[in-house]
């Protein structure tokens, strides 16, 4: 008769199969378990405790709020500059960040709770974009999340920072220089159309800067023995009025204002002036662009793709008050010839002389 020891694996220092598996005390769970359940209760125990660290790994992702005055639609090119400097900073949509996009479609009474909204979700940070309603709705919203904006007004002027040496709180970015021309492209247009008596300046009363253009323009009319006509409109159909109101005043030209809800209409604005055989001056190239007569600014997808960097640069660490509000200093001057041919005008040498690009 062959007798078997018995033997305790536990403490065996002989043992060589696989290691047993040893029951947690202290779980009540594994009472009563057999040695397939416990390594199936451990294992999923061993799975769970890995869940942390997966939520923690894809919470890491930063995620940004992109506040816009205007539409998805006619920000297309800027938004791919925006993506341009972001990349540049290391950072890609969908790969190592996160966007939320929040657009007011030109109503901007809608920003404040698109704002309060991007605040609501913890962003690491807001881009505020299409000007200056978008950089004060964020302002409003908070006073400790990074907030990087382009406006075409002085930020220093409307209370956006303080200093553009030293911005100050959690604010800075790009001041495109667009409010602030008027004169300068009231000047052009006189160029242009030396025998013009009455200009029509279109503006839009919901923007707070628009005030300030029109007294540049006004100004500058005055010394050059000019009379303007301020227009205001805020939506689509009062464009249409405003451009009826031309042709009744029988204005000789037209200053459209900078603003971005103009922007975001002016295949609308164009083809308004183009129907009523009127010249007109615009802010951006992107009106000349598609057969605006004339413009006269800074480069709006070179100002977004530095605000990109700068916004790469935060979330790296970097606070907005160290970084001081960047301000393209080369304006372009872009004539549209074909309209001018259209419209029966003679460009002048001098004029033609002077400017950057010539659309033919």
């Known amino acids: 008769m062959i007798r078997r020891r018995k033997v305790d694996i536990r403490s065996s220092p002989r043992k060589r199969g696989p290691r047993a598996t040893v029951c947690v005390p202290w779980i009540p769970a594994c009472a009563g378990m057999n040695g397939i359940e416990r390594r199936a209760f451990i294992s999923l125990l061993a799975g769970a405790a890995a869940w942390p660290l997966a ?34 900073a290391g950072f890609v949509d969908g790969g190592n960040l996160a966007i939320e996009y929040r657009w007011a479609e030109g109503q901007y009474d809608r920003l404040p709770g698109l704002a309060a909204d991007l605040v609501r979700r913890k962003v690491s940070a807001i881009v505020s974009a299409g000007g200056d309603p978008a950089a004060q709705a964020a302002k409003t919203a908070t006073a400790t999340i990074p907030i990087v904006f382009v406006t075409g007004v002085d930020p220093v002027k409307v209370g956006l920072v303080s200093s553009f040496n030293r911005p100050s709180g959690n604010l800075t970015g790009v001041h495109v220089f667009l409010i602030g021309l008027g004169a300068k492209r009231l000047g052009l247009l006189h160029d242009v159309l030396p025998n013009a008596k009455l200009i029509a300046v279109l503006t839009n009363p919901n923007l707070a800067a628009t005030e300030i253009e029109i007294g540049d323009v006004e100004k500058a009319a005055g010394s050059i023995g000019l009379q303007v006509h301020v227009l205001r409109a805020g939506s689509e159909g009062e464009l249409d009025e405003a451009f009826t109101t031309m042709v009744q005043r029988r204005v000789d030209a037209v200053l459209v204002a900078a603003d971005p809800f103009f922007t975001s209409r002016r295949e609308q604005i164009v083809a308004l002036a183009a129907r009523y055989a009127l010249p007109a001056i615009y802010e951006l190239r992107e009106y000349s662009a598609i057969g605006g007569l004339m413009s006269y600014g800074t480069s709006l997808t070179d100002g977004y793709r530095q605000v990109g960097a700068y916004t790469g640069k935060i979330l790296k660490g970097a606070k907005p008050a160290d970084l001081p509000m960047l301000q393209p200093t080369k304006l372009d001057l872009v004539i549209n010839l074909k309209t001018a041919k259209t419209l029966g005008l003679n460009i002048p040498p001098g004029v033609l002389a002077i400017a950057d690009e010539v659309i033919e």
Not at 57 to 83: C, E, K, N, W, Y
């Open 55 to 88: 939520a923690r790994a894809q919470q890491a992702m930063p995620v940004i709020g992109f506040l816009s005055t205007r539409t998805s639609v006619d920000s297309a090119h800027v938004l791919t500059a925006f993506h341009q400097g972001l990349k540049e």
